[in-house]
């Protein structure tokens, strides 16, 4: 069946530095990707989607290209910043209709000043 | 309400007992979702709906059960909770046209099972 296999955590980082989160992912359709992400004591909140091959999301300084050959969805951010601190989560959907969201195990990120 | 609205916000109960966390949501979507987070397992789907009257099995449903009877609730129930429940339960609502389907989570419900 589907999966996602998102990089082992925590990740720790200083303010600016830059972030990888490797994602990869196994369909046998051709599915949407995303990021969400999850903020201490709160629900999950889409960061970025893509919707097909080649297709990059970007939201809030964070992006992410949906690349078919190497089945991956890296989530990138060139400078971090404290208020980034969260867990991470890629997740993927067919896209037949009526589908949920199946998700990576999450990467918790940390970052200090 | 402004999206979705969960309750109990958390909840200790004795094993055994029912329980059940509401879920309502206010932007008319047609799918709703429940899932569990449990630590270094993410989330995981336990029932789902696609549409008013219908429900499904996810990953893990056993000892859960839920109902759709209007478009905007979605009760999730444990029949008699046992301590492998003790978990955070997320409701969630979308768009189930083909597509790119993305959810809209509720704030979680703490359950705590003893």
């Known amino acids: 069946g589907d999966s996602v296999t998102q990089m082992e955590g925590p990740v720790t980082l200083s303010e600016e530095a830059f972030l990888t989160i490797n994602c990869t992912y196994t369909?046998?359709?051709?599915?949407?990707l995303f990021w969400y992400v999850q903020y201490p004591g709160e629900g999950l909140q889409l960061l970025l989607k893509a919707t097909k091959a080649d297709d990059k999301g970007s939201n809030k300084g964070f992006e992410a290209t949906y690349r078919k050959e190497t089945t991956s969805f890296h989530l990138e951010k060139g400078s971090v910043q404290v208020s980034d601190s969260a867990v991470y989560f890629c997740a993927l959907s067919e896209w037949q209709a009526g589908t949920a969201l199946i998700f990576g195990k999450g990467t918790t990120l940390s970052v200090s000043s | 309400i402004a999206g979705i609205t969960q309750a109990p916000t958390s909840q200790i109960l004795a094993a055994g007992r029912r329980m059940t966390l509401r879920c309502t949501q206010d932007?008319?979507?047609?799918?709703m979702y429940w899932y569990r987070q449990d630590l270094g397992l993410g989330l995981r789907l336990i029932h789902y709906?696609?549409?008013?009257?219908?429900?499904g099995k996810g990953e893990v449903p056993d000892g859960y059960s839920v109902s759709r009877a209007n478009t905007d609730d979605f009760p999730l129930t444990l029949a008699s909770a046992v301590p492998s429940q003790t978990s955070v339960y997320f409701c969630?609502?979308?768009?189930?046209?083909?597509?790119?389907?993305?959810?809209?989570f509720g704030a979680g419900s703490r359950l705590t099972v003893l």
């Open positions: 709906s696609n549409t008013a009257g219908t429900t």
């Open positions: 969630a609502s979308g768009s189930s046209g083909a597509g790119a389907n993305v959810l809209t």
């Open positions: 369909a046998t359709g051709y599915p949407s």
């Open positions: 932007m008319r979507h047609n799918a």
